[in-house]
């Protein structure tokens, strides 16, 4: 398993061909309280760069893009019912969606996780 | 994620068309001005709290969280620093003749001590600024909003007669106290506080300087405005935040709680396009100057008072749980677009989305069936009674 960061403060965690996605702890701390999540049906193809998911916090709304291309094999219906565990859960429970990868090679040039962290403090 | 597509107004007064005033284009071409500090900035900061521009200043627009906050200032007492807005002393040799020039309000016969909520009109009857005053003796105390307070002075030092001085008080702070329990909060820092009614005020002594404390506020829930020297306003936010039932409390606090109050936010809610009339500010233009006129557009605004106005500022109830902001077009059923959204957002209290804008009078009846649209989107609401949730007031001979 390997988990890989975007400037765009998502992160994507690969489990053989399943890439899962969310949004980073900087980046619920940043919106504040969430209060709305919307996230892709099962089967829609995503291409990388498109609009995938929706976060609104009480001040802000802001679109998650797909990082990589894919098939979304699932929605968290969770965070839809429960837009706060984004908050409380970022990097976990609080995902957005799953992908299954069609090109890996798109991962490359991603951060890990100790090169997002160290750049997060630099902004 | 993307940046933020769209903010809703975290600035409570900024005007449309600026950087944060909910129009995701708004500010494009702007010059960035530099931004001021405020008396107790470095308070805030050592409290945690996260700063955006707002109104020309860096301010704070949240400390634990907008929620928590905004729950906290309905079930307690939050602490608000309003230093960016303007206070104002005029006075000189008629001066409540002078401004019935520029108001609606009734100045002759206002009593000492009574804030008033008035509105400053340009001659067409649109909105300019609203605000507070209040009669101290033969002068008048005027708190303005604060991205409109520079506009406000040039307008009236314009249009008022020379003998008629308006002085910006900018060596005084701002600090609002709101809540249920803010009134024995201040009680224990400021003994006789207390005895203010809602919409009263009066100068209190405090650690060997004067304060002036009225009644009043911008949430919906009793609580206290205090006009503090600047010099004494972090002693003054110590000695209220040290209390076990304060907690300070940022800009996005304050304009949820506004919002679910249904109180309008200049710059959004109302401006130069707006009347008093289409604001349902009805209230604010007093019976004498209805029958005698002579206010600044008082020939737009009483024919609207006769006859209705074209379009009225409502609320509305949103189903589902996405926000719908400022910005978005209110449509009838057939698609046509009947008005705009000039505040909307999550409300804390009531756990649901809100808003408030502007619809045609013939489709403001409470209950009316309409829909919102927002980057596409349709949305089904209602036409909602404001305010959303009740007011808290305390209005001295009312039962508690």
Do not use: C
């Not at chain 1, 995938?52 to 839809?80: H, L, M, R």
């Not at chain 2, 600026?18 to 284009?25: E, L, M, Q």
């Not at chain 2, 001590?113 to 008035?118: E, I, N, V």
């Not at chain 2, 024919?303 to 209110?330: C, M, S, T, W, Y």
């Amino acid at each position: 398993m390997s988990v890989y960061f975007t400037k765009e403060h998502e992160w994507i965690r690969v489990e053989g061909d399943t890439a899962t996605v969310g949004i980073t702890d900087h980046a619920q701390e940043q919106l504040g309280d969430i209060v709305f999540a919307e996230v892709p049906e099962t089967g829609k193809r995503l291409s990388k760069g498109e609009e995938a998911a929706v976060v609104e916090s009480v001040k802000a709304a802001s679109d998650v893009y797909a990082p990589i291309t894919g098939e979304v094999i699932e929605g968290n219906s969770k965070v839809a019912d429960d837009p706060a565990i984004v908050n409380s859960d970022p990097e976990g429970e609080g995902w957005f969606f799953k992908l299954k990868l069609e090109n890996p090679s798109e991962l490359d040039g991603l951060m890990d996780e100790s090169a997002y962290r160290d750049w997060v403090k630099t902004l | 994620m993307s940046r933020e597509v769209h903010n809703g107004p975290t600035d409570e007064t900024q005007a449309r068309g600026t950087p944060y005033s909910g129009d995701p284009a708004g500010g494009e071409g702007a010059e960035p001005q530099p931004l001021g500090t405020l008396p107790l900035d470095s308070w805030y900061r050592a409290r945690g709290a996260r700063m955006v521009p707002f109104a020309g200043y860096e301010m704070p627009v949240q400390y634990e969280g907008i929620i928590a906050e905004h729950l906290w200032t309905r079930e307690n007492a939050g602490l608000f620093d309003v230093s960016h807005m303007g206070q104002l002393l005029v006075h000189g040799r008629g001066v409540d003749v002078a401004l019935e020039k520029l108001m609606p309000a009734d100045f002759q016969a206002a009593p000492d001590m009574k804030p008033k909520y008035s509105l400053l009109l340009d001659e067409d009857g649109g909105i300019i600024d609203d605000l507070m005053a209040t009669r101290r003796g033969d002068d008048f105390y005027i708190v303005v909003n604060g991205a409109t307070k520079h506009g406000d002075i040039v307008e009236m030092e314009r249009r008022l007669p020379g003998e008629v001085v308006v002085d910006h008080m900018k060596e005084q702070a701002l600090l609002a106290l709101q809540g249920p329990r803010a009134a024995e909060v201040l009680e224990t820092i400021v003994p006789g506080a207390s005895d203010l009614g809602f919409m009263q005020a009066g100068p209190f002594d405090w650690r060997g300087g004067k304060l002036w404390i009225s009644r009043s506020g911008y949430t919906g829930e009793d609580g206290f405005e205090i006009s503090v020297p600047a010099a004494a306003a972090a002693d003054l936010a110590d000695a209220l935040a040290a209390h076990d039932l304060v907690k300070p409390i940022g800009l996005g606090a304050r304009d949820s709680l506004r919002l679910e109050a249904g109180l309008p936010l200049y710059g959004h809610d109302l401006d130069r396009r707006t009347t008093p009339v289409m604001a349902g500010l009805n209230f604010a233009i007093n019976k004498r100057r209805r029958a005698d006129g002579g206010f600044a557009g008082a020939l737009r605004i009483l024919a609207e008072l006769e006859n209705g106005p074209i379009e009225k500022r409502v609320g509305f109830e949103v189903d589902g749980r996405q926000p719908v902001r400022e910005g978005a077009l209110v449509l009838d059923g057939e698609g046509n677009e009947v008005g705009r959204i000039t505040s909307g957002g999550f409300s804390p209290s009531l756990q649901r989305p809100i808003a408030m804008g502007y619809v045609a009078t013939a489709l403001s009846g409470a209950g009316t069936a309409l829909k919102l649209e927002q980057r596409s989107k349709l949305f089904d609401v209602r036409v909602a009674p404001m305010p959303f949730v009740p007011h808290r007031y305390h209005r001295k001979g009312a039962s508690a």
